[in-house]
């Protein structure tokens, strides 16, 4: 059972270019989270998603920053107009069910470089 | 609004000792608390959750403890290794349930030859 994947692992993009972070959970897990590493902090909830639902977005920034879960395929997080203070380590989790119960098991990140 | 603390932020210390590290949390209304290790630019590997009803939980030379009425979960690590050398972050639940955590900034641990 292949663990949770993340692609890129490394992308580098110019400011004001879109940036596509791809996630797939894994194999059986339905519940998908991201989360964010900025240079010399903690990681920071983002969203939470289950298939074709976003459940709860309350740490994602308010422009410019998306995410989904379609039924088929990887979770996609997707940053439109990156800026240098987009540069950071996004890390995805999955979980086969909801809430406390439930380890999560991370990807390996994806890191963001922003020129 | 949950916030989690971690101290101390780094520790060196002699392979065999064991060593505890220490986590706090403000809400005591978690679901569960988790740590986790996280090396050098990889991804984080999870080492135990304890679920609200549960005191402590045992994997290997790791023990972890949790406490809600103190809000506070510590890790033991008995007999360090050099390969233990991680950072290590524990992260309550954002209280609803959801699975959302809220991490601790991490304690960066050194353990010499």
């Known amino acids: 059972n292949a663990g949770v994947m993340q692609n890129p692992r490394h992308l580098v993009r110019r400011r004001g270019q879109e940036a596509r972070l791809r996630c797939s959970p894994m194999?059986?897990?339905?519940?998908v989270y991201w989360y964010r590493q900025l240079p010399e902090e903690g990681l920071k909830f983002m969203v939470y998603?289950?298939?074709?639902?976003?459940?709860?977005e309350s740490g994602m920034p308010k422009e410019r920053f998306s995410a989904e879960f379609p039924k088929e395929g990887p979770s996609i997080l997707r940053i439109q107009q990156v800026v240098r203070g987009d540069s950071a380590a996004y890390f995805c989790a999955s979980s086969p069910g909801q809430g406390a119960a439930d380890t999560q098991y991370f990807g390996p990140g994806t890191r963001l470089t922003v020129l | 609004k949950q916030e989690v603390t971690q101290i101390p932020a780094a520790l060196s210390v002699p392979e065999g000792e064991n060593l505890v590290l220490n986590c706090s949390f403000t809400?005591?209304?978690?679901?569960?608390l988790q740590w986790f290790r996280q090396d050098p630019g990889k991804g984080l590997t999870s080492l135990l959750l304890?679920?609200?009803?549960?005191r402590e939980q045992t994997s290997g030379r790791l023990n972890a403890s949790l406490d809600k009425s103190s809000g506070r979960s510590t890790l033991y690590i008995a007999a360090s290794q050099p390969g233990d050398s991680a950072t290590y972050l524990c992260a309550a639940d954002g209280s609803s349930n959801t699975g959302k955590l809220i991490f601790g900034q991490g304690t960066t641990l050194q353990v010499k030859p």
């Open positions: 809400d005591s209304a978690i679901y569960n």
């Open positions: 304890i679920q609200s009803s549960q």
């Open positions: 194999k059986g897990h339905s519940h």
């Open positions: 998603l289950q298939k074709e639902n976003i459940i709860d």
